[in-house]
């Protein structure tokens, strides 16, 4: 059993008092089932006389943990100086790209790569050389560029390309990755024997021979660095997962990686598998263990981090969790997690990523991808600092500490207000107040009363009256005459109103078909259009943004301008006029919707049917 001792300073919140300084003991339990890999008994930190000191921020509490400002360990391929220091090797441009439709350009792969850098990952795995030219030549680009530019502390990113188990693929690799600093050939093959059985055909005999020859094949090129992953781990024998382990070991691996492939384990289970390892694999001393882990059950954040407390000191990630099938465990959630609870529970575990970096990349990585991030996302989601709940925003004016375990500014995350508040239904008057005196006005008394009355009742109807329905609509278009469209609408009265229009196009022609029935003079500001599904009968999401032209005008509160509002409207389909007709339908409802209740009624009593 091995114990780790280190120091915490606890700010008392009594002025004037002494720090009080405890003492903690890390019991580090490698066959314990349930993972429970630390006892924690209390805490004080050691700081190394070459470094100095500050203060970590747990987010506005009275308590703050003074720690060591420690940096990146010397870069040796086999071996970490710090054990305390986990190394980031981000797949992004590799794994990450194999989400379908995440096909990049050189240049966005370049440019990826220069954020990853900014980010200050240990490693970047820039891509897969051997499936392509266009692959291979991106690579060596990003190797030439980005992993030869060292900064002034000495850091730059190891520049490393994957490779199965087989010559062409390595010196495709090694051609790709030569000209960095630091070169790094990843190569793999599978374990498991579903795997190895109907995949490869081979026996366990023919693998390990395999994967012994290619990693010394890798090394004879002269590549310094390479890491080996036995593909499905997980669902692998752990008595041959010892054997090719250890067999690569002597044959020059300097990084073992071990992957989930297909998201099948438990956090248990596999902290208990890397652990496992540790103990069994002959020679395992000698190189860096590292994580790979999918997300198909949404556990790849949880059981990276069970294997970095079971001894694994590289994990594999990528930026906002993208990745084959369900994606990959996100970088942002594991070095978040890490710097969030590595001094309290982890034993001082730490990464070299400069997290104020991390909004820039996951923005860039989501444009650059066509994937964007969903709004309750961990870390990077829209709704991730935001607060709409009544009792969440009475607590976060008060203390930001009651509702925010991470500061949004140390992800680079800088709000439109300073609370993040997010007015709705369930808000407070603390929090509409505050949100008033953001905006220049102190409003108290029965004055403050009777707004909040109102702005309840409009939140309430925030979402808007279905006042117009799809009926039927026909269509028809082409080089031989005009466009024309015949709609037909349903009103909150079920009774039907038909229009028919002409058109430069079928969506001109719907959409003025549609005018003539609602008659409320709008604008067209945006359209967009993009395919969900595969094939020739996908299904497409369509997006308009329309301005309304009479009444639906605000203020600016600062300019004292006149601005008018837009409202977006989605709607999808097989065909791609109908969604766009929806979508239109849909903007106009939550426009008919803001207006006062008897708004919606009078557009349909005046509305005439046009035929």
């Known amino acids: ?19 009080v300084s405890t003492t903690a003991v890390m019991s580090f339990l490698p066959r314990n089932p349930s993972l429970s890999l630390f006892c924690l008994n209390s805490a004080s930190f050691h700081h190394a006389p070459e470094s100095h000191t500050f203060a970590t921020r747990i987010y506005q509490t009275p308590v703050i943990c003074s720690s060591t400002l420690r940096r990146r360990p010397e870069y040796i391929p086999s071996h970490i100086s710090d054990p305390a220091y986990v190394r980031v090797f981000d797949t992004t441009l590799r794994d990450g790209e194999q989400s379908p439709g995440a096909t990049m350009t050189s240049k966005e792969k370049l440019d990826i790569a220069r954020e990853l850098a900014k980010l200050g990952v240990d490693i970047i795995e820039a891509g897969f050389p051997a499936a392509s030219k266009d692959d291979l030549e991106a690579v060596k680009m990003i190797a030439a560029e980005v992993g030869k530019d060292v900064d002034g502390e000495g850091y730059v990113p190891v520049i490393c390309g994957l490779a199965r188990c087989n010559k062409n693929d390595i010196n495709a690799a090694w051609e790709a990755v030569k000209h960095a600093k630091r070169p790094r050939i990843h190569t793999f093959i599978a374990t498991s024997e579903i795997h190895m059985q109907y995949k490869l055909k081979k026996s366990r005999d023919e693998v390990i021979e395999t994967a012994r020859t290619m990693v010394r094949y890798a090394r004879s090129l002269g590549c310094q660095d390479v890491e080996f992953s036995p593909e499905d781990a997980g669902r692998s024998d752990r008595e041959f997962l010892y054997q090719i382990l250890g067999e690569v070991i002597v044959a020059g691996a300097t990084t073992l990686n071990i992957p989930d492939t297909v998201g099948y384990t438990l956090p248990s289970e596999f902290g208990q598998l890397i652990a496992d390892i540790k103990s069994n694999t002959p020679g395992i001393e000698n190189v860096i263990i590292s994580t790979h882990c999918q997300n198909d059950l949404g556990l790849s954040t949880a059981n990276t981090i069970g294997g970095v407390c079971a001894g694994a000191r590289q994990v594999e990630v990528t930026i906002n969790g993208i990745g084959e099938r369900a994606g990959n465990a996100s970088l942002e959630e594991v070095v978040m997690a890490l710097k969030c609870r590595g001094e309290q529970l982890l034993g001082g575990l730490y990464t070299g990523i400069r997290t104020q970096y991390i909004v820039m990349a996951s923005k860039m990585v989501a444009e650059y991808t066509g994937l964007h991030v969903q709004p309750h996302k961990a870390i990077v989601g829209a709704n991730a600092f935001a607060h709409e709940s009544g009792i969440h925003q009475d607590g976060m004016l008060k203390h930001k500490g009651t509702y925010e375990i991470i500061a949004p500014e140390d992800i680079g995350l800088f709000r439109s207000n300073e609370s993040g508040l997010v007015l709705g239904k369930l808000s407070g008057r603390h929090a509409l107040k505050t949100r008033l005196l953001e905006l220049g006005y102190d409003i108290d008394g029965k004055e403050l009363d ?53 058109g430069n196009g079928p969506l001109d022609s719907a959409y003025k078909a549609i005018d003539l029935i609602v008659k409320v003079p709008v604008t067209l500001l945006e359209y967009s259009m993009s395919a969900v599904t595969e094939g020739i009968d996908a299904i497409a999401t369509t997006r308009v943004l329309i301005r309304g032209e009479e009444n639906h005008t605000a203020t600016h509160a600062l300019t004292g301008e006149t601005i008018h509002r837009t409202f977006s409207g989605t709607g999808a389909g097989m065909d791609i006029v109908v969604s766009s007709v929806r979508a239109y339908i849909s903007a106009l409802n939550k426009l008919l919707g803001f207006e006062m209740p008897s708004g919606p009624k009078n557009h349909v009593e005046e509305s005439q049917v046009s035929v």
Do not use: Y
């Open 1 to 19: 059993m091995a114990s780790i001792s280190f120091n915490l300073k606890f700010s008392p919140t009594t002025a004037g008092a002494a720090p």
């Open 450 to 502: 009777n707004i909040f009355c109102r702005f309840k009742t409009v939140a309430e109807r925030k979402k808007p009256q279905v006042v117009w329905s799809l009926g039927d609509m026909q269509v028809t278009c082409g080089t031989l005459g005009l466009s024309t469209a015949t709609i037909k609408l349903i009103d909150t009265n079920k009774e039907e109103h038909i229009a028919c229009s002409v």
